[in-house]
């Protein structure tokens, strides 16, 4: 099942703009990660935050993760064309299973 | 390092067949991989979670008896689909973590097998 949705479902911005995608889930959880996905293509992880941790930052990724919300966000700035692809938030929980329940994604448009 | 690998990356087979579809830890030791399936346009679904040596936990909703799931050694795993038929048409993804000593929770995807019943 999915742990909660993204939003927006789709964002289409300019080169050199940035792009905020938001996450939110439904039950406690160990840490968040946010994966990318190139179309019809496999995952490539790009950051986690723990349940601990409030912001995280990784080149020119942001990362922010409000616990009483149940929420986090994913910032990307000065965005580029390769940019363009699909980014999934996936939680994981406080059980010892690891298992990863995947949002249900923000399809991100770069136009050049 | 961390690659994962799945076989074949698309197959077409005939309704009433299956199809077997492996994932591979190519340069570490899984003591764990995942099984997702996903539909056009849509997230990432757990199918199941298959340790090394054991049988393979899975999600609600999940035919085990449909998609067999073996985890033979630490570096391999295979998804069979078994009977298939037009519904099962989907892109599979596998992931796989590190050793039992690696409390790390990133997972490592393979590239996706897309299956296509026709």
């Known amino acids: 099942s999915q742990q909660g949705e993204e939003d927006p479902q789709a964002l289409s911005i300019q080169e050199g703009e940035n792009a905020t995608m938001n996450c939110s889930y439904k039950?406690?959880?160990?840490?968040l990660q946010w994966y990318r996905q190139n179309s019809g293509r496999g995952l490539v992880h790009l950051i986690l935050?723990?349940?601990?941790?409030r912001e995280k930052h990784s080149g020119r990724l942001r990362v922010t993760l409000d616990t009483s919300k149940k929420s986090s966000s994913l910032l990307i700035t000065a965005s580029r064309a390769a940019d363009t692809a699909s980014y999934f938030c996936?939680?994981?929980?406080?059980?010892?299973?690891?298992?990863?329940?995947f949002g249900s994604g923000t399809r991100l448009l770069v136009r050049p | 390092g961390a690659v994962v690998s799945q076989h074949p990356s698309w197959v077409i087979c005939k309704s009433g067949t299956s199809v077997k579809i492996e994932c591979r830890s190519l340069?570490?030791?899984?003591?764990?991989m995942f099984w997702y399936r996903q539909f056009p346009k849509q997230s990432l679904m757990l199918m199941a979670t298959?340790?090394?040596?054991?049988?393979?936990?899975?999600e609600q909703g999940v035919e085990k008896d449909k998609f067999l799931i073996n985890h033979a050694s630490l570096t391999l795993s295979t998804l069979t689909v078994t009977s298939a038929h037009p519904e099962d048409s989907s892109f599979y993804i596998c992931?796989?973590?590190?050793?039992?000593?690696?409390?790390?929770?990133?997972?490592?995807f393979g590239p996706g097998t897309r299956l296509t019943v026709t």
């Open positions: 992931s796989a973590r590190g050793s039992a000593r690696d409390s790390s929770y990133e997972q490592y």
């Open positions: 935050i723990r349940s601990n941790e």
């Open positions: 996936a939680t994981a929980g406080m059980d010892s299973s690891y298992k990863l329940i």
């Open positions: 298959s340790n090394e040596g054991s049988k393979a936990t899975y």
């Open positions: 340069d570490f030791q899984a003591t764990t």
């Open positions: 039950t406690s959880i160990n840490n």
